[in-house]
């Protein structure tokens, strides 16, 4: 158990940062259980230097979110392309046409992380 939480899988985070792998070697993580934000080698283009993900869902290795500053985006977690939305619609027009999910099944970080770390893995944290 103890060597599982030192991989990619089982690194859940420690004291007041907590994070959740999302395939492809990246993952989403919060810090002071408020501010979940995505850190990738070629950050996120949105608005603000420092973007925070309000609620996000993953399908088909896609990344699709909803940032602090109310826009959308679309990351591919093998391509590393990101697309870049200015509101719900102009997301909602194209998760249609790609079949990724709607806005109204985006979760929150505390939502994704209880329901990843629950089960199974709740007993290999360390």
Same mark, same amino acid.
């Given at each position: 158990?103890?060597?599982?939480?030192?991989?990619? @899988?089982?690194?859940?985070?420690?004291? +007041? /940062?907590?994070?959740? =792998?999302?395939?492809?070697? !990246?993952?989403?993580?919060?810090?002071?259980?408020?501010?979940?934000? %995505? !850190?990738?080698?070629? &950050?996120?283009?949105?608005?603000?230097?420092? &973007?925070?993900?309000?609620?996000?869902?993953?399908?088909?290795?896609?990344?699709?979110?909803?940032?602090? +500053?109310?826009? %959308?985006?679309? /990351?591919?977690?093998?391509?590393?392309?990101?697309?870049?939305?200015?509101?719900?619609?102009?997301?909602?027009?194209?998760?249609?046409?790609?079949?990724? =999910?709607?806005?109204?099944? %985006?979760?929150?970080?505390?939502?994704? /992380?209880?329901? /990843? @770390?629950?089960?199974?893995?709740?007993?290999?944290?360390?």
């Amino acid at each position: 158990m103890f060597v599982f939480s030192f991989t990619y @899988w089982g690194n859940h985070g420690l004291g +007041d /940062y907590a994070r959740i =792998p999302l395939g492809n070697g !990246e993952a989403m993580q919060e810090i002071n259980g408020m501010e979940a934000y %995505f !850190e990738t080698d070629v &950050p996120l283009e949105l608005s603000s230097d420092q &973007p925070f993900i309000d609620s996000f869902q993953v399908a088909d290795d896609v990344l699709c979110g909803q940032a602090n +500053d109310k826009t %959308f985006f679309t /990351y591919n977690l093998v391509t590393k392309q990101q697309r870049h939305f200015g509101d719900a619609q102009e997301y909602a027009t194209y998760a249609t046409q790609h079949g990724l =999910p709607a806005v109204r099944e %985006f979760k929150s970080f505390g939502a994704h /992380y209880s329901s /990843y @770390w629950s089960g199974w893995r709740f007993w290999l944290l360390a």
